[in-house]
């Protein structure tokens, strides 16, 4: 995490473009709206649609609905361009929509004679709904809407294409009516940290959308969903809204969920925290130990374990002649105090010179024994994930589970990925978050020793500004993770890391931008997260060395978010 224990790994965001997650947000269709795609599911062929190169064809499988569906391959130069010309009215706004899987998926409009407008999606395995809208011009009365994908990258299928708006007279396909809002919602079971919900099936809906105090938590084709990453003995209100090409239903009544306390030893971890790390070396920032931590930190991760001979294994060793002859006993009995006042500690496994490796079945049950021995010896609460040399999504989500299965539901589990490893929920660090998503505590990325990466809106940001935290922080909020399960990374001061260092005002307006809407750049957030976790900084001893100014003023401000 410092620049002794941290590799700089800059990328930019050209590199990374490729891996981008773009954020849609659904519209909803008035009941006056016609959907002016025709053959809109592709039941007839390629009908009214044209392909670029032959890079088209209908598919019986998959399909999304109906019996038929695109598919389209890029080839070469050729980015397998589908398109049909639609028939608008002039001043009009419309919502153009389709539901994708595959390689990445692009969906837009042209001619529309005021801005033209598109949208994207990394590859997906399962079907996912892109969506956007435009405005037409004073003379237009035809606009191109279409579909492509990517050069070198595989096929993608589209379906149930959807132009919503004024009826432009060209003909359209029978459409779906907006399904009504969904009865029966009731709460079928809780956790110290989940909610599960069952509701009543709706005729016409093709999904469901959830919503925990009014945001949108989580999207589902069934008619239950489970909402994890909850606080403790904490009471949540849901609604649920039925979807379908048409739009979406209004919500449904609400039900208050409330959750278990905690089964583990000590309180449960609060609804806002702040993670910091302490230093088990001396790199030149403040030696401290264990009972020195600032009182404002909730989440201690103790920095670091050490790999051992055995594949995936790990042990903790007390650096006690680099700390001043801190004991061994003496460290155990802070552990007790810390978590006597509230506070979780963790040991964190990796770093920059870390070398764990989990990539089969054998490491990922050693990686789980052993942890769980560290935490018997030492009384850790969890683990912190902080492998910056690689990871493996499957053996890691194992090693992890299995952990869980041993250490019960009070184990807390933290992840410190950099910002190239949460660009897009293919990458290996993002798909072990969404894994384990029903008992990981939190996600802090590290926002800095960071080159340009992108937004969830698909634009390049520069680490050392609000848009980048808020920008990048988003597409983890709708990207599958619930706002209680992302927290803000930053060094506490300008030695804590080569690059990224932001004051503590930059920190607590991002975090006043995500929770509330206030304090923003020019990135604006689709939503507000009042649920967001917090914020994490290396180090707690880089942070004493600055007088403690990153937790004096970080501290306070996360404990009051609403």
Not at 467 to 491: H, K, M, N, R
């Amino acid at each position: 995490m410092s620049p002794h224990r941290r590799s700089l790994r800059f990328w930019s965001g050209a590199v990374t473009a490729a891996l981008a997650l773009t954020v849609t947000t659904v519209g909803q269709a008035s009941a006056a709206d016609v959907n002016n795609a025709r053959n809109a599911g592709f039941e007839s062929g390629l009908s009214d649609w044209t392909c670029s190169a032959g890079s088209g064809t209908t598919v019986s499988s998959p399909v999304r609905t109906g019996a038929a569906a695109l598919q389209a391959t890029p080839s070469g130069q050729d980015n397998a361009r589908c398109a049909q010309s639609v028939r608008v009215k002039p001043n009009s706004t419309y919502t153009l929509g389709a539901w994708v899987r595959g390689g990445y998926t692009y969906l837009g409009v042209t001619g529309t004679g005021t801005t033209d407008v598109s949208t994207w999606t990394p590859d997906s395995s399962s079907w996912k709904q892109l969506s956007t809208t435009f405005t037409t011009g004073s003379s237009t009365t035809s606009v191109t809407v279409y579909t492509h994908g990517w050069y070198g990258q595989s096929a993608y299928y589209a379906d149930d294409v959807s132009v919503f708006g004024p009826d432009g007279g060209g003909g359209t396909d029978p459409g779906p009516t907006i399904p009504s809002a969904p009865g029966g919602l009731n709460v079928s079971g809780t956790t110290s940290s989940s909610v599960s919900l069952a509701w009543n099936a709706v005729s016409g809906a093709t999904g469901y959308t959830v919503y925990r105090d009014g945001t949108k938590v989580t999207a589902v084709s069934g008619t239950s969903a489970t909402v994890t990453g909850l606080a403790a003995s904490t009471s949540y209100s849901f609604q649920v809204t039925a979807t379908n090409g048409a739009g979406e239903s209004p919500k449904s009544a609400a039900v208050t969920g409330t959750t278990n306390k905690p089964s583990g030893p000590g309180p449960a971890l609060p609804k806002h925290a702040v993670t910091g790390y302490w230093q088990n070396f001396d790199n030149g920032a403040t030696v401290q130990k264990l009972a020195d931590v600032q009182a404002q930190y909730d989440i201690i991760a103790v920095a670091f374990a050490d790999a051992t001979s055995t594949p995936g294994a790990v042990t903790f060793n007390l650096d006690s002649a680099g700390l001043g002859g801190y004991t061994v006993d003496q460290f155990k009995a802070d552990i007790r105090a810390k978590q006597a006042a509230g506070k979780k500690v963790i040991v964190s496994v990796g770093g920059e010179r870390g070398t764990v490796a989990v990539n089969d079945a054998a490491s990922a049950t050693n990686f789980a024994n052993s942890v769980y021995s560290v935490m018997q010896t030492y009384g850790f609460d969890g683990v912190d994930i902080d492998l910056e040399n690689g990871l493996n999504a499957t053996y890691m989500t194992q090693a992890l589970r299995a952990l869980s299965a041993k250490a019960g539901s009070s184990l807390i589990i933290t992840m410190a990925p950099q910002t190239i490893d949460m660009q897009s929920t293919s990458n290996s660090y993002f798909q072990t978050a969404l894994n384990i998503k029903d008992i990981l505590t939190v996600v802090n990325m590290q926002y800095y020793n960071s080159g340009s990466m992108l937004g969830c809106d698909g634009k390049v940001y520069s680490q050392g500004s609000v848009d980048f935290l808020t920008a990048l922080a988003c597409i983890q909020l709708e990207g599958g993770l619930a706002p209680s399960q992302v927290g803000l990374g930053l060094p506490a001061s300008t030695r804590g890391a080569g690059s990224g260092y932001v004051s503590p005002t930059v920190v607590n307006n991002a975090l006043d931008c995500l929770a509330k809407g206030t304090g923003c750049g020019s990135f604006k957030p689709p939503r507000t997260y009042p649920g967001l976790r917090g914020a994490m900084t290396w180090s707690t001893n880089w942070d004493a060395t600055a007088g403690n100014a990153w937790s004096n003023a970080v501290g306070p401000h996360v404990h009051g978010l609403p």
